[in-house]
């Protein structure tokens, strides 16, 4: 069959499978250009996609596609920015045309890329081809028509004239009788005045005008234009009675807030408001904003000055997408997505919602799933189902009511001209209600930790978004909003993570930076505080048992809420992956969950390597489906879950969807690299989770040696594994002082609450030392300490290092220094591991002296063994083991809490015998007082390589215990050396990495 007549049926096919867009097949003039004609094009309702086909080799498909790019389409007018390239197998020419549908549908071997219009046209995946059947294709032609550019540009513009917008009202009302409006229009947000309240304010009518063009003509809703007034001008009158006309159908979500703002507004600014709202949307209205749901969040995002505290960091949209797929897939093993009703019956929620581009995504996931799954009906099924979905599918709870809004606006503009009723989209109160401390404080959607049966869960004044308008839970049982145990069947959060005493607490001087949104008062921050913890049971094992801060609490939250077989997605810091806070986390997701992922991504710079918008930290995504029965912890210790690294974050949802593909293929291997067509994206390794040290991690061959090295066995490239004298650190001794405690400047207090004062009138402090005092070089005094970095002035550049404090008891506390003195030592650890600009693992002292806080000490079972241990942590070894169970939420960074000191890696000095001791004493007396290069330029640092010779050949033999050569031995030990260097988190993108 010839490829005009088969791309009827192709086009036909996607047709039925993309719902609400127009697919066309070898139609005439469908381009300005005279002479040219795609072969399938699609109309989506913004800028539109072209595709080529052509049967195998398809020399020219490419080519093809790519003359598509720039090119107009005459019913629109709307350029070309996507050409999808699709290779047909040749045996579809042979098939009859009655079977033809049939056999297009059932193929699976199909073969896609796209070009995608930039200042050159980009392709994806960058090298070879996507492969799959009809359904595949469709999917991807769904996420590759998103305009990326488009959305991002137009965002940009919202943004600039809501900026603009809100400054002028703001110059206009202020220092005016009007005045007081500024006060009423935050009511209506249910916040205080200030700009940010203002902007968002203003956001939320430039979001009405956004979603008013896209209702334009449906239901007879009146258009921007239709809104002006006879005189031609947007005055506050007519834009409310256009929207009390549209309210007249549904949609209260969107325009009942947007007219209580509007309101109070007086007419001159009113119109000025309005009028650069509406120019601002009307040139935003080719971008297909509303219709991908976007615009409006990537802007919500950008303006919340509060994110600090309230940590509502924007989940980028194609991180999103990557999240919200992992997730959704794991759900495709129970869930028939062509069974309406089933579907129908899922319970997908965010507690944590924001602007809610996470439930967006999640519904668009299934959605598309649902399309495909009832193509055969030849409708939009995920149509058919949105009310299910506005109503009861989808549930959302935040404490920002501009948020909460837009959250249900960007789900219903799934499908804009489908009316629906009570959303499952809820304000969660927050504090005091309305200042009233005679009332509890509530603490926004944790509240539902408790019993859904005890009554301070009811009366609370929560709020949900519905077709028809806010509801209020007022206490006389109109609405209750009770979301039961085990009834979720994926929540999908990014959640705050704010701690609870962070360093924000003292430097801003906000006493529980958890629960400072919204400018809640101390008293009212303890309260919240209280409230939380009498929500937990006595024996619950919650993942809130550490320090991590408020994501833990909604883990809990989500945990509580999901059934059996349901799905846990976060976003949360990488810190989880190892973090001391985060261990009661990790043991929760280990006992209790099954088919765990963890993403992180191994690029440079720490921005590049978050999910998140303006975090400037790492983050990680995790998956995982929560088990019928939870299993004992020997179990839970020895499964093992999927690392999986990725080489940078997805740029786009299309990306995202072909890496989640490429994440969720059956493995091949205990570890191997990830692509996407024959692009490389990263790399998924199986192991443990308590292995924290694969995330980040680039090169598989690295993790296996790191990790086989932490159970005593030396894996080098080339080589076999084989037996080596290493241990845990803290099977040789134990952590010195902890610098918290005898540096601790907090003030005690008395049995009134008085703080306490010493016979002279002085404070008396928690901490035994005053550590302000720097310490001369060569000077000898009573309490000396190792205790800041100070690698630029190339003090740390050998091994031995001087101290550089003079630690001063307070006169409280002379008679405990002695004490605490009887712990001092010479052997230190690196902390804080910065490894491309630092030298030492560890570093002993001449004399004996205390460690603070970068330079924790070391207590040795025995002296003899400071010396070795010192070595062994500089030698590429020990440095790849420092780097293992260090946390890396910076890059080229490696952080050490005092609870993991003692998992480092160590030399096993018990396995010593005293001439090798001796031995590794000479060795030490030989490299002490050389110079090393920072441990990322290990791969040409001249001195580590003699150390690493001279301790790991000539006094431990290891090459014999591998029975290998010498040669061989330190060939394969560079090359691992090397490989560690190029990791991006040793390196940090710094120009000393390896070439």
Request: hydrophobic content about 45%; some cysteine; aromatic content about 6%.
């Amino acid at each position: 069959m010839a490829e005009p007549a088969l791309n009827s049926f192709v086009a036909s096919a996607l047709g039925a499978r993309l719902g609400g867009w127009t697919v066309s097949a070898e139609a005439t003039r469908t381009l300005t250009e005279a002479g040219l004609q795609p072969d399938i094009v699609i109309e989506t309702g913004a800028a539109p996609v072209v595709i080529e086909t052509e049967y195998l080799p398809a020399h020219s498909v490419e080519e093809d596609a790519i003359s598509r790019i720039g090119q107009t389409l005459a019913s629109t007018g709307r350029a070309i920015e996507v050409a999808v390239a699709v290779r047909l197998p040749a045996a579809l020419g042979e098939i009859a045309p009655v079977d033809l549908f049939a056999s297009v549908a059932s193929r699976d071997d199909l073969e896609w890329c796209a070009w995608i219009e930039g200042a050159d046209a980009v392709r994806f995946p960058a090298s070879g081809w996507l492969s799959g059947d009809v359904n595949s294709l469709a999917g991807f032609v769904e996420t590759v028509a998103i305009s990326e550019r488009r959305i991002a540009a137009a965002a940009d513009a919202f943004q600039s004239g809501v900026a603009q917008a809100a400054g002028r009202l703001r110059e206009s009302l202020l220092g005016s009788e009007s005045e007081p409006v500024l006060d009423k229009i935050a009511a209506a947000l249910h916040q205080r005045d200030s700009e940010q309240t203002t902007l968002m304010a203003v956001a939320v009518l430039a979001n009405a005008f956004v979603f008013q063009n896209a209702l334009a003509g449906v239901h007879g809703t009146p258009t921007l234009a239709e809104s002006r007034s006879d005189t031609g001008v947007f005055s506050a009158g007519s834009v409310s009675d256009a929207w009390q006309e549209i309210l007249a159908i549904n949609y209260w979500p969107v325009f009942a807030v947007a007219r209580d703002i509007l309101a109070p507004v007086p007419q001159a600014p009113a119109q000025q408001l309005l009028a650069q709202l509406a120019e601002t949307v009307e040139r935003l209205s080719g971008s297909g904003a509303a219709s991908v749901q976007d615009l409006a969040g990537q802007m919500f995002g950008r303006l919340i000055a509060d994110r600090k505290f309230l940590a509502t960091f924007y989940t980028l949209p194609a991180s999103a997408a990557l999240l919200a797929e992992l997730a959704v897939s794991q759900l495709d093993e129970r869930v028939a997505w062509n069974d309406m009703i089933a579907v129908g019956r899922l319970r997908v929620a965010d507690f944590a919602c924001g602007t809610g581009t996470l439930l967006s995504a999640a519904h668009r996931r299934i959605a598309s799933r649902v399309r495909r799954a009832n193509a055969a009906d030849g409708t939009d099924a995920s149509k058919r189902l949105h009310h299910a979905f506005m109503e009861d599918i989808l549930i959302g709870c935040d404490i920002m009511p501009a948020a909460v809004h837009l959250t249900a606006t960007m789900l219903s503009a799934a499908h804009p001209a489908t009316p629906f009723g009570d959303t499952n989209i809820h304000l969660m109160p927050y504090g005091y209600p309305d200042g009233d401390k005679s009332q509890p404080a509530t603490i926004g959607a944790l509240e539902l930790l408790g019993d859904e049966r005890v009554p301070s869960l009811f009366g609370t004044g929560r709020r949900r978004s519905s077709g028809h308008g806010d509801i209020s839970d007022n206490g006389n049982g109109e609405v209750g909003f009770v979301v039961d145990d085990s009834t979720i069947d994926l929540a999908i959060q990014n959640p705050p993570f704010t701690r609870p005493n962070g360093p924000e607490a003292s430097r801003l001087g906000v006493p529980i930076p958890s629960f400072a949104g919204f400018d809640t008062s101390e008293a009212e921050q303890r309260a919240m505080t209280e409230r939380l913890r009498r929500l937990y049971r006595a024996g619950d094992r919650p993942a809130a048992a550490g320090h991590a801060g408020l994501a833990t609490n909604f883990i809990d939250l989500a945990h509580a809420k999901l059934r059996t077989g349901g799905v846990l997605a976060l976003v949360v810091p990488a810190t989880v992956v190892s973090g001391d806070a985060w261990a009661a986390t990790r043991a929760l997701l280990a006992r209790a969950y099954r088919d765990i992922t963890v993403v992180t991504i191994s690029s440079g710079g720490s921005n590049d390597r978050s999910f998140s918008a303006d975090t400037g930290m790492a983050e990680a995504l995790i998956v995982a489906t929560k088990r019928e029965h939870e299993c004992d912890e020997a179990d839970a210790a020895a499964h093992e879950i999927e690392w999986v690294s990725l080489r940078r974050r997805p740029v786009n949802p299309a990306d995202a969807i072909g890496m989640a593909d490429a994440i969720s293929a059956e493995k091949t291997a205990v570890s191997e690299f990830l692509k996407v067509g024959e692009s490389e994206i990263g790399c998924r390794i199986a192991a443990p989770l308590a292995e924290g040290g694969c995330a980040h991690t680039s090169e598989p061959a690295v993790a296996a040696a790191a990790s086989r090295l932490r159970t005593g066995h030396l894996l080098l490239p080339r080589l076999h594994s084989f037996e080596v004298p290493i241990v845990a650190l803290g099977d040789l001794g134990r952590a010195g002082p902890h610098h918290g405690i005898f540096a601790n400047k907090q003030v005690l207090t008395g049995p009134n609450g008085w703080p306490r004062r010493d016979d002279h009138g002085m404070p008396v402090y928690n901490g035994i030392f005053d550590v302000s005092r720097p310490l001369p070089l060569g000077r000898v005094v009573e309490y000396p300490a190792l205790w800041a970095h100070d690698a630029a002035s190339g003090r740390e550049a050998q091994i031995v290092v001087e101290p550089d404090r003079d630690l001063r008891p307070w006169p409280a506390h002379v008679e405990r220094a002695p004490e605490l003195w009887r712990e001092a030592t010479r052997l230190h650890i690196n902390r804080d591991f910065q490894l491309n600009s630092q030298m030492l693992g560890a570093c002993i002292t001449p004399k004996r002296c205390l460690g603070g806080r970068a330079w924790p000490s070391f207590v040795a079972k025995e002296a003899a063994w400071e010396q070795p241990l010192a070595l062994w942590a500089n030698t590429t070894l020990g440095l790849i083991g420092h780097w293992w169970v260090g946390t890396r939420q910076q890059n080229g960074r490696a952080m050490l809490s005092i609870r993991l000191l003692p998992e480092l890696p160590a030399l096993d000095c018990t396995a010593m015998t005293a001439e090798q001791l001796g031995t590794l004493d000479q060795v030490f007396n030989e490299f002490s007082q050389r110079t090393l290069l920072p441990a990322n330029e290990a791969w040409r640092d001249a001195t580590r390589h003699a150390l690493d010779e001279a301790l790991l050949c000539d006094s431990l033999a290891l090459h014999h215990a591998g029975g290998v050569s010498r040669s061989d031995f330190l060939e394969s030990l560079g090359a691992l050396r090397e490989a560690w260097c190029n990791e991006p988190t040793v390196h940090g993108d710094k120009p000393t990495a390896p070439l």
